[in-house]
């Protein structure tokens, strides 16, 4: 396991330099708004989680998973390992985050509101769960073929949102997001355990 997970970091070593310009912009964007600290700390967070995806693109390129099957290693193990790095680098991003909005509070002498931490804790559960629906995707269709499917995974949540305002506007006042906040840990966990079970039934069959 210890192996498969640096595996993936090592492989995804090209991407670091680019999280760092994307952290560092969104870092200038959130001192010249500090209203947008959530937004821009979410939005790191959701970057890290996505990760995860570009991973099975490096895997595909290298022909990884044949060779892997050669190997003493099991089906089981593999799939497992994509679960855990997708909470490893998204825990990172929360820490980046954490960090990010502790630093933009010490320039810009403001204090930060405990609702910033909260929503970059939704924001790790929301990850976790896009990614869980997206894992099974990538093994039974590949990442090029699954990339449409991704998009639209991206899309239908901004489309309701937008669809919610336009024709429920007094919805958010009728939702306790209080219960909300409070089941999302929850949901998250049934989310990603249904998850692995179908994406190991997907990996046990397929033919790589």
Do not use: H
Not at 48 to 54: F, K, N, Y
Not at 91 to 108: D, K, N, P, R
């Amino acid at each position: 396991m210890k192996g498969l997970l640096l595996k993936d970091i090592y492989g995804l070593k090209k991407f670091w330099k680019t999280a760092v310009v994307f952290v560092g912009i969104f870092f200038l964007i959130g001192m010249m708004n500090g209203s947008e600290a959530s937004f821009v700390s979410g939005m790191i967070v959701i970057y890290a989680a996505m990760l995860t995806i570009t991973s099975f693109a490096i895997e595909e390129a290298a022909m990884w998973n044949q060779y892997a099957l050669s190997m003493p290693l099991n089906r089981f193990t593999m799939v497992l390992e994509k679960y855990i790095l997708s909470i490893i680098l998204s825990l990172c991003g929360v820490l980046l985050s954490a960090v990010m909005v502790l630093m933009m509070s010490l320039v810009t002498q403001q204090k930060v509101s405990s609702e910033v931490f909260l929503s970059i804790g939704m924001v790790f559960f929301v990850g976790m769960i896009l990614v869980s629906f997206f894992i099974p995707l990538l093994y039974r269709f590949g990442s090029e073929k699954a990339r449409l499917m991704l998009f639209l995974f991206f899309a239908i949540p901004f489309i309701l949102i937008f669809l919610i305002e336009q024709f429920f506007p007094s919805l958010p006042d009728v939702i306790n997001f209080e219960t909300v906040i409070k089941l999302t840990p929850f949901l998250t966990i049934v989310v990603m355990s249904l998850s692995f079970v179908i994406s190991n039934r997907i990996v046990k069959k397929k033919e790589f």
